[in-house]
């Protein structure tokens, strides 16, 4: 999962196996009474290489075995900094970027509100998760704005990428979602 490791007092950030694409673990300060940690602090993430400024912050609540995405922009694409407030969920990324020397690749990170991990996905990949709690809450903050007319889905069981969703019984996935396109057919990124 790790390429290298950087940070700073406050978080420290794990780089995962694809090109841009980060693990983000707060420090977080506990005790008897519960805990605290910041989970956005701009200086701190430009620190540690996210520049992008954020326009448009989302919640989503889903039940076990949700399955959402894969979904991207290619007008207007989004980064995405992705957390769990309560739940768990697996959280994939597949890389759109032709220029990429990732590009077809994917990731698959487990974010729970226990690990209170965070994923940074710069833009151009496709973003989808798996609910594997009863129930989760995931939280995540855009770079742009949603563009309905510029959206696109990718195949969450493309059998080119073959991602290993760790599926505990069927998956419940909407009918846009059913109907995104193969892999060899996407509109990739330049």
Known sequence: MSAGQAG?????????SLEGVLI???????DERGFFFESYNRRVLEEVGIRDAFVQDNHSFSTRNVLRGLHYQVQRPQGKLVRVIGGEILDVVVD??????????????????????????????AHGFR?????????????????????????????????????????????????????????AYE
């Open 8 to 16: 700073s007092a406050v978080m420290k950030v794990i780089r995962a």
């Open 96 to 125: 759109l970027r032709r220029s990429s020397v990732t590009f077809g690749g994917w990731e698959a990170v487990r974010l729970s509100g226990e690990n209170q991990l965070m994923l940074w996905i710069p833009p151009g990949f």
């Open 131 to 187: 609910v594997v709690s009863e129930s989760v809450h995931v939280l995540y903050k855009a770079t742009d704005y949603y563009f309905p007319e510029f959206e696109h889905t990718l195949a969450w069981n493309d059998s080119h990428l073959k991602i290993d969703w760790q599926l505990d019984g069927q998956p419940i996935v909407s009918k846009k979602d059913q109907a995104g396109i193969p892999f060899a057919k996407v509109q």
């Open 24 to 30: 983000v673990q707060p420090r977080v300060f506990g």
